[in-house]
């Protein structure tokens, strides 16, 4: 694998625009961004979901986002105007980063609208909508899912899956969802690293090299399984494999884009 001190021209600008592309989105965290407090969880789940909590546009004016919206839009603006400047209009690399940074300028101004229609209608455009089709004629979202939802209703009546007790403890899934990836990632510093969290929602979550499980939580053997295969392989995985990428380092950052980066990242 090349390293940074063996580049070429061209290879040190492109991985010099994705580096300030990867920087530059940090701080941007959507689901950190419009979470509920744990007063609205809680009371969200004391009414088993059947009343929707009061969040407007003043509940989020209370939580303020963890950066600058404007110099952070600013900062994008920036990077995409850098990246035509120095590899042109039609470089396929500076195509895909250009987008991306449109489409990280898109989630900024989706995030300033937390609380109000325009969030939905930005969000829509950026990751779908259930009204969608991949082609003309196609069935839509929606529809496909609920033919899927038609297989998965069948699923109580096979021996084989039947509901297992959830007997494994926070800390014994960590235990053992650890020795599972260890087995595939190794063993020791930077690889996949399994913890307890209070901050999350989710039973799991994963980040670039680590999945964190609620310590709250409860589990079994099959959803520890679960986790090994979509929290560990497929997103912290990607994001390794990414990683590994010695000059578009932005592919590190492929699965939490948008839907039409996530096409350009997966051609």
């Keep these: 694998m090349n390293s940074r001190n063996n580049l070429d021209e061209y290879q040190t600008i492109v991985r010099g ?81 250009r987008r991306m940074c449109k489409e990280y300028r898109m989630v900024i101004r989706m995030l300033e609208a937390r609380g109000t229609p325009d969030f939905g209608m930005i969000s829509q455009e950026l990751y779908g909508a259930a009204s969608d089709a991949f082609h003309a004629g196609d069935p839509t979202l929606a529809d496909l899912g609920l033919m899927l939802s038609d297989y998965l209703n069948n699923i109580a009546d096979r021996g ?52 964190k499980i609620r310590s709250d939580a409860l589990f079994n053997e099959r959803d520890v399984r679960a986790l090994e295969v979509h929290e560990g392989l497929v997103h912290v995985g990607t994001t390794l494999n990414g990683q590994n990428q010695p000059i578009c380092t ?15 990242w997966q051609s």
């Design 160 to 211: 084989d899956l039947r509901d297992e007790p959830k007997n494994l403890t926070a800390p014994q899934a960590v235990e053992l969802l650890q020795k599972r990836l260890d087995v595939v990632f190794g063993e020791g510093e930077g690889v996949i690293r399994v913890f307890e969290s209070d901050g999350i929602l989710a039973d799991a979550a994963a980040g670039a090299d680590y999945i």
């Design 17 to 97: 625009l994705s580096d300030r592309i990867v920087e530059a989105q940090t701080p941007v965290r959507v689901l950190d961004a419009v979470k509920w407090d744990d007063a609205t969880r809680q009371a969200f789940f004391a009414a088993k979901g059947r009343e929707l909590p009061q969040i407007d546009r003043a509940y989020y004016e209370g939580r303020p986002l963890a950066f600058d919206s404007s110099a952070k839009k600013q900062e994008f603006q920036d990077i995409e105007r850098d990246i035509t400047r120095q590899l042109g209009q039609f470089n396929p690399v500076g195509q895909i980063m």
């Design 250 to 264: 932005f592919l590190a950052k492929g699965r939490r884009l948008p839907r039409s980066l996530r096409k350009a």
